[in-house]
C-alpha cells in the first residue's frame, strides 16, 4: 500500500507503514531522493523568516539542513542523539517521537549553544508528527540562549496538520491497517 502526497508541487508515493496494530503512516524518507531534499530546501526557504542559523535534529533531516544551508549560505547546527567525545558541556533533552522506539536524547555542545546565543535560530525537521522532537529542539534553543523565529518541516502528520505555529510544505494524514485515511 503506498499514498500518493503532493510536496508543494512534487508528487512521492510513500509505502504505509505500521506503528501499531491500528495505527499506519506515509513513510517519508528524504535520504537518496536528491531531488525532493532540494525542491524541499528551495519551498522552505521562500517561507522563512530572516534566521541567523539553522537547526535540525540528527538524523532524517540532516540532508534538509545541509540542502537549506548550501542553498542560503547560513550554518546550519544538529543536535545529536548522543554526546560525542568531541563534545564539551552538554545540553540534553529527552524525547519520545513516533518513529523511534524507547526514549531517545537530543544533545548539543557548548561550542554550538554558544553560536546561537542571542541569534535567531530556523528549527527544521523533515516530518512533525507528535511534537516531541520539536519540544525539545526548542528546549535546546531556548537553553542555549537562542530566538526561536521560526519552526518548519517538510510535512506535518497526524494532529501535527493542525498546529499554527509550524510552517510546513503539505498536511500526511495517519492510516488505518486498511489503508484509508484515519478520521
Same mark, same amino acid.
Do not use: W
Given at each position: 500500500?503506498?499514498?500518493?502526497?503532493?510536496?508543494?508541487?512534487? =508528487?512521492?508515493?510513500?509505502?504505509?507503514?505500521?506503528?501499531?496494530?491500528?495505527?499506519?503512516?506515509?513513510?517519508?524518507?528524504?535520504?537518496?531522493?536528491?531531488?525532493?531534499? +532540494?525542491?524541499? /530546501?528551495?519551498?522552505?526557504?521562500?517561507? /522563512?523568516?530572516?534566521?541567523?542559523? +539553522?537547526?535540525?535534529?540528527?538524523?532524517?533531516?540532516?540532508?534538509? /539542513?545541509?540542502?537549506? #544551508?548550501?542553498?542560503?549560505?547560513?550554518?546550519?547546527?544538529?543536535?545529536? =542523539?548522543?554526546?560525542?567525545?568531541?563534545?564539551?558541556?552538554?545540553?540534553?533533552?529527552?524525547?519520545? #517521537?513516533?518513529?523511534?522506539?524507547?526514549?531517545?536524547?537530543?544533545? +548539543?555542545? #557548548?561550542?554550538?549553544?554558544?553560536?546561537? =546565543?542571542?541569534?535567531?535560530?530556523?528549527?527544521?525537521?523533515?516530518?512533525?508528527?507528535?511534537?516531541? #522532537?520539536?519540544?525539545?529542539?526548542?528546549?535546546?534553543?531556548? =537553553?542555549?540562549?537562542?530566538?526561536?523565529?521560526?519552526?518548519?518541516?517538510?510535512?506535518?502528520?497526524?494532529?501535527?496538520?493542525?498546529?499554527?505555529?509550524?510552517?510546513?510544505?503539505?498536511?500526511?494524514?495517519?492510516?488505518?491497517?486498511?489503508?484509508?485515511?484515519?478520521?
Amino acid at each position: 500500500m503506498t499514498y500518493t502526497i503532493d510536496i508543494a508541487g512534487m =508528487k512521492r508515493d510513500l509505502p504505509l507503514c505500521p506503528v501499531t496494530d491500528d495505527l499506519y503512516i506515509g513513510a517519508f524518507v528524504i535520504f537518496g531522493d536528491v531531488e525532493m531534499t +532540494i525542491h524541499a /530546501a528551495r519551498e522552505l526557504l521562500a517561507r /522563512a523568516p530572516a534566521f541567523d542559523y +539553522i537547526i535540525a535534529p540528527e538524523a532524517k533531516a540532516i540532508p534538509l /539542513a545541509y540542502e537549506m #544551508s548550501r542553498q542560503s549560505g547560513v550554518q546550519y547546527l544538529l543536535a545529536r =542523539k548522543k554526546p560525542k567525545a568531541y563534545m564539551r558541556g552538554v545540553f540534553e533533552v529527552r524525547v519520545q #517521537s513516533i518513529t523511534t522506539f524507547g526514549v531517545q536524547t537530543l544533545v +548539543i555542545d #557548548s561550542g554550538d549553544a554558544e553560536k546561537m =546565543k542571542g541569534k535567531r535560530i530556523l528549527i527544521v525537521d523533515d516530518v512533525i508528527s507528535t511534537g516531541e #522532537s520539536l519540544r525539545a529542539m526548542e528546549e535546546l534553543v531556548k =537553553k542555549a540562549g537562542g530566538e526561536i523565529v521560526a519552526k518548519m518541516a517538510v510535512l506535518a502528520e497526524g494532529d501535527a496538520i493542525n498546529r499554527p505555529d509550524i510552517t510546513v510544505l503539505a498536511p500526511l494524514p495517519v492510516f488505518n491497517p486498511d489503508g484509508t485515511v484515519k478520521g
